[in-house]
């Protein structure tokens, strides 16, 4: 059951050295792919990475983050602010529907809110494969303006262009290890409400 699977997935950060099948690793990706997307724009793009240079450019966009230069494989997925445009909406005039009506932060807001949806999709498909995984945000790119020198550096290497930004990294790859552990979650009642805060459900 979906529920079972997202109860026992756990973000990992020490890999095996065991390899990942460029099947599941297509597999992982197809999840993304299909994920569900207002009026089907799709403003995502998805870099899969295995080379060590480039895991070592990304580890060091990551603050140092040593799971990402150690996973056997990295998915970059990048925020595509251009695809609003390239969708051919305009006959939707409403900007609370069209985020190309909302301006540049309203844009911003809506792609990396749609870029969610993908990331997840991908992280429990990986799960369900018996692949670990690692959600990384902690990075340099347009929005949190650390290490800029590197971001440039990033950029180049994976060759966005002026409306693309890297949104996250996920590291994929088996746990070294094994170890039992239990999540920790808020209280159902405590996040769960029937029509207002405040009423239970």
Not at 55 to 62: F, T
Not at 77 to 93: M, P, S
Not at 165 to 185: D, F, N, P, V
């Amino acid at each position: 059951m979906m529920l079972d699977l997202i109860k026992t997935r756990k973000s990992v950060r020490k890999y095996s050295d065991k390899h990942i099948s460029d099947e599941d690793l297509r597999k992982i990706l197809e999840a993304g792919r299909l994920a569900p997307s207002w009026m089907n724009v799709q403003s995502w793009k998805f870099i899969l990475v295995k080379s060590q240079e480039n895991k070592d450019l990304l580890s060091e966009l990551s603050a140092g983050q040593a799971h990402v230069k150690n996973a056997d494989a990295l998915i970059v997925c990048v925020a595509d602010l251009g695809a609003w445009e390239e969708a051919k909406i305009t006959h939707i005039q409403k900007p609370a529907l069209n985020p190309a009506l909302q301006g540049e932060n309203g844009i911003l807001i809506r792609t990396m809110e749609q870029v969610i949806y993908p990331i997840s999709y991908m992280m429990l498909e990986a799960e369900s494969l018996g692949i670990s995984s690692c959600i990384i945000g902690a990075m340099g790119n347009e929005i949190t303006g650390i290490l800029p020198d590197v971001s440039k550096t990033a950029r180049e290497k994976l060759n966005l262009n002026e409306n693309q930004i890297i949104s996250t990294i996920i590291t994929l790859g088996y746990e070294a290890e094994h170890t039992e552990t239990k999540k920790t979650r808020k209280d159902f009642d405590d996040v769960v409400f029937l029509e207002r805060i405040g009423n239970k459900f």
